[in-house]
């Protein structure tokens, strides 16, 4: 292998399969087994127990080209994760003058999140003025069965979906207010439904509140979730209609931006 991959503190599989994958370029679009062991200088009979995983998984796709066999070139699986990247550019892009002006409006954080398999991932946050706030950060994941923000995007996924994921990951508890039964999350999930919002009190930080609500595409299909968030002590009965009217508002007219016509 060339020098520059050994001073590599990992050997592993998946360093082979990152550092194979880096031969793939504009200029140089398909590759040969041979080819590419002799210029990564890994073993043939590594490279080829690698490509063929990854063409497995749909990460390459084995062709043919000008009479030669076991040529690679990208597969769709990349195109794939490329949409998913897009999209997600776009919606911070168009979200971005709705958060804005939920924050002119009530002076609390917005954060805007969606999916990644099985939690839910924070893309964007506006901080408010008030001296005290909610910590959160962009880059944070979180379960998508606790907490506002989360909630409003696993509500209205697919029931099958929902089942799915609650089968396989771990309920944790983070504060003595996570819900981890799955019949009270399912009763919260039809809750959520119905309002067309969600609301948390200190499910995954403790003395928090947070304002829920799914943006949905132009299929109809829910492409993340926008929700507000502060200190617990500021979500009353002087707030709560304002506050949960404005979140509406702006989840609302974001999926009207992405095509939504429901």
Do not use: H
Request: hydrophobic letters at 35%.
């Amino acid at each position: 292998m060339q020098e520059k991959e050994k001073k590599g503190s990992k050997n592993n599989s998946l360093d082979k399969a990152l550092y194979l994958l880096s031969y793939f370029n504009y200029d140089r679009d398909t590759i040969g087994l041979s080819e590419l062991s002799r210029i990564s200088d890994i073993p043939k009979a590594t490279v080829y127990r690698t490509l063929s995983t990854l063409e497995s998984r749909g990460y390459l796709q084995k062709v043919d080209v000008m009479g030669k066999e076991s040529q690679y070139k990208l597969g769709l699986k990349f195109l794939e994760l490329g949409n998913i990247v897009s999209n997600n550019i776009e919606l911070k892009a168009i979200a971005r003058p709705y958060m804005e002006r939920l924050r002119s409006a009530i002076n609390e954080c917005s954060q805007l999140v969606v999916q990644s398999s099985d939690e839910a991932i924070y893309i964007e946050k506006l901080e408010c003025s008030r001296p005290v706030k909610a910590y959160t950060r962009v880059g944070r994941r979180a379960p998508l069965y606790a907490g506002a923000c989360p909630r409003a995007i696993f509500s209205f996924l697919p029931d099958e979906e929902i089942d799915k994921i609650l089968s396989k990951v771990e309920l944790i508890k983070y504060t003595k207010n996570t819900v981890i039964d799955k019949d009270e999350i399912w009763k919260t999930i039809k809750e959520t439904r119905k309002l067309g919002y969600t609301i948390s009190y200190s499910e995954l930080a403790e003395e928090t509140y947070a304002i829920g609500a799914p943006i949905m595409d132009y299929t109809g299909n829910v492409a993340g979730s926008l929700s507000i968030v502060g200190p617990e002590n500021r979500l009353n009965d002087d707030t709560i209609d304002l506050y949960v009217a404005e979140v509406l508002k702006a989840t609302r007219g974001i999926s009207q931006a992405l095509g939504y016509r429901g």
